[in-house]
């Protein structure tokens, strides 16, 4: 991919971030790319499609995504006629990107999400309150408050029901 984008002269393109031009931000194959206008983005993608091409790379554009800002009105955009999906959020880098005045709210949600899915993996360990289970590596499991669990260890370093 660096040799794809040393290619590309998007010295006067993306978007203006206190002085300096902002076109796009990698990580290996994932790439986001920044433009002021629809005719902007439109000729960066197809810019990088044919970079891409000359080197024996493809865009997926099925996990190609476009999103638009208050200050641009959408439109469709295309790569090789192939129409973009236009989102209002996006999973990037494992994060969720939102546009807009409340941006972190669905990144919060799913990460609080994810934190009931991990913690309900460890179901068993907890299923009645008035109940201690034992395990062979976690001898006795107890509740101590609304959301802490310990387990008793005597001074040797073994557990104690």
Known sequence: MEDVFKTLDWTARGVNVNGERISHLRFADDIVIF?????ELSGMLNDLGGSSRRVGLGMNLDKTKVMFNKHVVPGPISVDGIPLEVVQDYVYLGQTIQ???HNFEREADRRIRLGWA?????RRLYVDDSTMLEDENLRALRPTGDDVWCRDVDTDGKASP
């Open 99 to 101: 546009l807009g005045r």
């Open 35 to 39: 433009a002021e206008t629809l005719e």
């Open 118 to 122: 991990a913690f309900g993996r460890f």
